[in-house]
């Protein structure tokens, strides 16, 4: 079945750093891959998403690009801040959305000033 | 706020019982999913809905059941409750089956003591 591996945390950095989380999927067909965010106590945040190959997501800073050939879908930002500290979550969808989506275990980012 | 709530936010209860959680979608969203996030699983897809029908099942135990009515808010029902069932549980909603964007609720924990 479908699977999404993400490096595990907690990742600390300071301020300004540059972050990257790894994230690699195992699916059937051609996935749709997405980053989402959750701050604490808090639902998920849809952060970025890709559904084709090549194609690069972005918002707020992150960006990930859906590597197929690597089955990579890495989420990096050039310079972070305290309050992008928080779980981040790969996730992928098979079927076009008709099934529910497949996340990782979820990457704790903790950013100090 | 994401436009999905969810209620209650937070449920204790006793292993054996029943419990139902509550969920209303973004206003004109005809597809419900939930999800469990627990320490040891992480989150699950369990099961979804589109326009009143069950749509997908995932990981979801057969002490579980969820419906989803004509007004599109849709319940999880737990029953014969064990402490295993502590979690968070996400309720998330989508225009249409096939749209791969979902967006969450803020959950609602549940405490089995």
């Known amino acids: 079945g479908d699977s999404v591996t993400q490096m595990e945390g907690p990742v600390t950095l300071s301020e300004e750093a540059c972050l990257t989380i790894?994230?690699?999927?195992?699916?059937?067909?051609?996935?749709?891959l997405f980053w989402y965010v959750q701050y604490p106590g808090e639902g998920l945040q849809l952060l970025l998403k890709?559904?084709?190959?090549?194609d690069k997501g972005s918002n707020k800073g992150f960006e990930a690009t859906y590597r197929k050939e690597t089955t990579s879908f890495h989420l990096e930002k050039g310079s972070v801040q305290v309050s992008d500290s928080a779980v981040y979550f790969c996730?992928?969808?098979?079927?076009?959305?008709?099934?529910?989506?497949?996340f990782g275990k979820g990457t704790h980012l903790i950013i100090q000033p | 706020d994401s436009g999905v709530t969810q209620t209650p936010k937070h449920l204790i209860t006793a292993t054996g019982q029943r419990v139902t959680l509550r969920c209303s979608p973004r206003?004109?969203?005809?597809?419900v999913y939930w999800y469990q996030q627990s320490l040891d699983q992480g989150l699950q897809f369990l099961i979804q809905?589109?326009?009143?029908?069950?749509?997908a099942k995932g990981n979801i135990l057969e002490r579980f059941s969820a419906q989803q009515f004509p007004d599109l808010h849709s319940e999880l029902n737990l029953s014969s409750l064990e402490l295993g069932d502590s979690a968070l549980y996400f309720c998330?909603?989508?225009?249409?089956?096939?749209?791969?964007?979902?967006?969450f609720g803020p959950g609602t924990r549940l405490t089995v003591l």
């Open positions: 998330a909603s989508s225009v249409v089956a096939s749209n791969n964007e979902q967006f």
């Open positions: 996730a992928l969808s098979d079927r076009g959305g008709a099934d529910g989506l497949t």
């Open positions: 206003s004109g969203d005809l597809s």
């Open positions: 890709a559904t084709k190959a090549d």
């Open positions: 790894n994230c690699t999927y195992t699916a059937t067909g051609y996935p749709s």
């Open positions: 809905y589109y326009n009143g029908e069950e749509r």
